[in-house]
């Protein structure tokens, strides 16, 4: 069985191409350079009576992968991208065979590729060769990893086990403090406080802030740590978790501050409470220990994707609020009666506000017959606002979601291949 001298011929989905084999083998390691290897009428469909390779693939498609190989670009007449991204991977093609200019073609946006950062792009190798230096050099590697990346080891691994139940502790604690109001009330008598003190809304426990702070501390300590030994410490506060981190510092230090000073001034006691929300943001850390969803992934690429259409429909919320806030106030004032509910503009906006968004909590509403038409009108363009950008956001996340499926199947493809390769020989 001798080999075709020159060029060979391929027979896919019954459209026939005779590449130059010049051509073919400057791929090797896929499919299109090792159809001029050694053996590979073996190993590919070979008829020998016609003299031709068959593939089962679409003809239309592959027209614009051997264009590629040809001339370097992407070409011909527009097609699906995840098609043609899948018979990219098909033929062993990966993606960084491509041009930046052709892949943005291919690609514009794909939601599973990273960022460049400043200064160009750098592997976590990198990163960590340019980390900290001296003596802290040699053990800010294994200190960040060990901090950072649950899944390196078993040791990190149950150090953030360790670490989220301690934030559950501080959940609990928080939970604690909303039920010490209750408590409190039921064992005092303050039927004569007309007005009681921010002291006896928001009462503290010292048994359970002392604990806190010792839980705190506990965070603090790892902070300093991730801190000191993280590659980058820009690319460290960009990262939202880390920042919730470090408010997560200030309010019982802040607490205990005062305290210790024997007077809170304000509302302080009752806004430090809210302050301790972010204890329960720090819970997204539990995603770490898991391999994060391939649709929460997608989603904030998906999310920047629709940026523009986000913004627009922020301006004509905007705009409704305004027209229509307007307008149910001045339609009130028309004639006078003696329970009118919209007496400022501010109040008549949060009307607006509740009637666009269609959650109508009922506190406030119109009673004049010339009040009802415009809050008619309001609900209606209220309900139409939200229905129609509904599709577009569907369709930008189907599109993000069905690219990094693809991407992600490429992925799999190439481990495969080397694995597949090493068995054959």
């Not at 009576?49 to 370097?72: I, K, N, P, T, Y």
């Not at 200190?143 to 691994?157: C, F, I, M, Q």
């Not at 968004?357 to 606002?385: E, H």
């Not at 189907?398 to 291949?417: D, W």
Request: glycine share 8%; net charge positive.
């Amino acid at each position: 069985m001798e080999e075709p001298p020159g060029r060979v011929t391929l027979n896919v989905g019954g459209l026939r191409y005779r590449p130059s084999r010049a051509t073919l083998a400057a791929f090797p390691g896929t499919k299109l350079g090792g159809l001029v290897e050694p053996g590979a009428a073996a190993r590919f469909a070979y008829d020998a009576r016609a003299g031709e390779f068959f593939f089962d693939r679409s003809g239309r498609l592959f027209e614009q992968v051997l264009h590629l190989c040809r001339s370097g670009h992407l070409h011909g007449p527009a097609a699906c991208r995840a098609a043609l991204r899948a018979e990219l991977a098909f033929w062993g093609l990966a993606e960084a065979r491509l041009p930046a200019c052709c892949w943005r073609k291919l690609c514009p946006d794909d939601p599973d590729q990273e960022p460049e950062e400043e200064g160009g792009g750098e592997d976590r190798r990198g990163l960590l060769e340019r980390g900290p230096r001296g003596p802290a050099g040699r053990w800010a590697p294994w200190a960040w990893a060990l901090l950072e990346e649950p899944r390196s080891s078993a040791w990190a691994t149950g150090f953030a086990v360790m670490s989220l139940l301690v934030n559950v502790a501080l959940i609990i604690i928080l939970c604690a403090k909303g039920g010490q109001r209750e408590d409190f009330f039921e064992h005092h008598n303050f039927t004569h406080i007309h007005h009681p003190s921010m002291e006896l809304l928001c009462p503290q426990i010292p048994s359970l802030l002392h604990l806190e702070l010792f839980f705190i501390l506990c965070f603090m300590c790892e902070f300093v740590i991730r801190l000191v030994s993280c590659p980058d410490r820009k690319k460290f506060f960009r990262k939202p978790l880390n920042v919730v981190d470090f408010l997560a510092l200030f309010p019982v230090c802040l607490d205990l501050f005062f305290s210790r000073r024997g007077h809170q001034p304000g509302a302080l006691p009752c806004w430090l409470n809210l302050s301790r929300v972010v204890y329960i943001i720090k819970l997204l850390k539990v995603f770490k220990l898991l391999e994060t969803p391939l649709m929460l992934r997608v989603f904030p690429y998906m999310f920047k994707s629709v940026l523009k259409e986000i913004a627009i429909l922020m301006w004509v919320f905007l705009f409704e609020i305004l027209f229509f806030g307007t307008l149910i106030l001045f339609a009130s004032l028309i004639k006078e009666h003696p329970n009118r509910p919209f007496d400022d503009i501010f109040l008549s906006f949060w009307w607006a506000v509740i009637t666009l968004t269609t959650i109508g909590y009922g506190d406030i509403y119109p009673i004049q017959t010339a009040g009802k038409m415009v809050a008619a009108f309001a609900g209606l363009c209220g309900l139409l606002t939200i229905i129609i950008p509904i599709p577009i956001f569907f369709i930008k996340f189907k599109h993000s979601y069905t690219s990094a499926v693809i991407k992600e199947k490429r992925r799999r493809e190439e481990k495969a291949t080397p694995t597949m390769t090493s068995s054959e020989v």
